[in-house]
């Protein structure tokens, strides 16, 4: 089984409406990402978080929100979708942070806005 | 502003070659990983560097962490063409008080038969 699951794996949308993206975790890990996959830039940070109901901004959180109120579940809402949001999101877990740790990612989400 | 840099963008080579890819920053990384993402999947870890001027190995792929611990390479030894995919270099942000990875651009390679 899967330790991490995203849904839905596709989505297209229309612009302007609001999108809520899930991840779901079963290893009880404390911390929490999303990231956006666009070419030429690689993987870039959106939300995080480090505990249930604590999120903070990554770089690129405009027009995105974040909510985490168990351990095992984080979604990301676009709140009115845009075209400039059409991307692959990611959701990865991490333990707490030690020399070797690494973050596990979910399959992906491929989110169009048309 | 950290950023790191991975060279070439692109590597298409024939089965049995051997190839290098580098991942570099101006910046220093207490630590650098390096992932594989297969289309349409999220990157797996592949290995974590600590310690300047170290070196792993895992089957036919050598990692090395530069001595000041501001770049990387991958060697991949007699490629097959499972190792066709993105390579994804990354490293902890400083910029927060939290976990955080910065992520290079990535290497994508295709091992043709």
């Known amino acids: 089984d899967a330790g991490i699951t995203q849904s839905p794996r596709h989505k297209v949308t229309e612009t302007g409406t609001p999108v809520t993206l899930r991840c779901h975790q079963t290893?009880?890990?404390?911390?929490m990402y999303w990231y956006r996959q666009d070419p030429g830039h690689g993987l870039r940070l959106i939300h995080y978080s480090y505990g249930v109901k604590d999120t903070d901004k990554g770089e690129v959180s405009d027009g995105y929100s974040v909510s985490r109120s168990k351990t095992e579940d984080f979604l990301l809402t676009l709140e009115s979708a845009t075209s400039s949001q059409t991307s692959v999101y990611f959701c990865?877990?991490?333990?707490?942070w030690g020399r070797g740790g690494g973050y596990t990612f979910g399959s992906g989400t491929r989110l169009t806005v048309v | 502003t950290q950023l790191l840099e991975q060279s070439p963008q692109f590597l298409s080579i024939q089965e049995g070659e051997n190839l290098t890819v580098y991942c570099n920053s101006s910046?220093?990384?207490?630590?650098l990983q390096w992932y594989r993402q297969e289309p349409g999947e999220g990157p797996v870890l592949l290995v974590t560097v600590v310690t300047g001027g170290e070196v792993k190995k895992l089957k036919r792929l050598t990692f090395q962490f530069g001595d000041a611990r501001k770049d990387s390479s991958l060697h991949i030894t007699a490629a097959q063409p499972g190792d066709t995919g993105l390579y994804l270099c990354a490293g902890p942000s400083r910029s927060y008080n939290t976990d955080k990875l910065i992520f290079g651009t990535g290497t994508r390679l295709q091992v043709f038969p």
């Open positions: 910046s220093v990384f207490s630590s």
């Open positions: 990865a877990i991490s333990e707490s």
């Open positions: 290893e009880n890990h404390r911390y």
